[in-house]
């Protein structure tokens, strides 16, 4: 293992709640923000001379953290590897850009293609990573490559080659996504930005707004005993809606949406999901999967 000295942007103990939007969980062993592809490759020679396990964290919007928080070196993306640049019909975006930003630039230019990433409140690495997907729409179909760096340097890859599935790929947990090209189609300004805008409505009507949630806690199903039914119309139906375990509750609104109401930890919603699960598998036959992504230890009991 290595004793050189860590690169002067890391940080040691440094608290991670105010990076993941349901606001849970304790602090990474070592954080760094990475502004530039030399930056990134510099902190990734560190951690893997040191031995240190490394994750990132982007908009933190389908993260749970674990309480007692999390070993090795945490990255975030910005700067550089924020950017979004726009060559029709193509758009290249570094990996800590923002999905409904991505999405915006693309109608600006008039490109359609990922409308449905306006609704999708994470960064371009952690679309990447999930195969996000939302309204019909699906990021493998406009992938073009994906760039990601491991501390042997800068690998590009083809759709094909990511393992992409249902809201999963089969990227290692170390792999960091650099940038990644999508490749859109001209269409219409006027009608990319329509779509846009009733994509964002859709999302208002159906989902709640301004509490403290990670998105989507558990996939919908492909069991047939679902027979059709998302993941939140079983909760639903199971009346979980409103169910409480300590300072975590499913929402009201929408019972695959779990929100923090002011003193929630990562046990409680780790709990609450249990519960919820128990009940739809109990009336349904139903197991559900977890959609919601995870740093450190936390453990599922089911």
Not at 188 to 195: E, G, H, L, Y
Not at 252 to 260: G, M, W
Request: aromatic share 4%.
């Amino acid at each position: 293992m290595s004793t050189a000295p860590a690169p002067a942007s890391v940080r040691a103990d440094f608290p991670l709640e105010r990076l993941s939007t349901v606001r849970t969980g304790g602090a990474a062993e070592f954080f760094a923000r990475a502004g530039s592809r030399r930056e990134l490759l510099e902190l990734l020679a560190w951690a893997d001379a040191a031995g240190i396990a490394v994750s990132v964290v982007g908009s933190g919007s389908n993260l749970l953290i674990a309480d007692d928080g999390v070993k090795g070196l945490v990255l975030k993306l910005d700067r550089e590897l924020a950017r979004i640049a726009v060559a029709e019909p193509r758009i290249t975006a570094g990996g800590g850009a923002r999905l409904p930003a991505v999405a915006a630039a693309a109608a600006r230019a008039g490109l359609s293609g990922i409308e449905f990433g306006v609704n999708i409140p994470g960064t371009v690495g952690g679309a990447v990573r999930m195969n996000a997907n939302a309204y019909g729409g699906e990021l493998e179909r406009v992938l073009d490559w994906v760039e990601t760096a491991t501390a042997a340097g800068v690998t590009r890859l083809r759709p094909d080659q990511l393992g992409l599935g249902y809201r999963s790929s089969g990227l290692s947990d170390g792999a960091v996504v650099v940038r990644a090209r999508l490749q859109l189609a001209a269409a219409d300004p006027s009608a990319v930005r329509a779509t846009l805008a009733e994509m964002r409505a859709l999302r208002h009507q159906a989902q709640p707004q301004g509490i403290r949630t990670f998105g989507s806690t558990f996939k919908n199903p492909g069991d047939p005993r679902a027979q059709g039914r998302s993941a939140g119309l079983l909760l639903a139906e199971a009346g979980c809606n409103g169910l409480a375990v300590g300072g975590a509750r499913f929402a009201l609104k929408h019972a695959n949406f779990i929100e923090n109401t002011g003193s929630a930890t990562t046990a409680d919603v780790v709990a609450l999901m249990a519960a919820g699960r128990l009940r739809v598998l109990e009336r349904f036959g139903v197991e559900l999967e977890p959609e919601v992504q995870t740093l450190g230890e936390v453990r599922f009991p089911f």
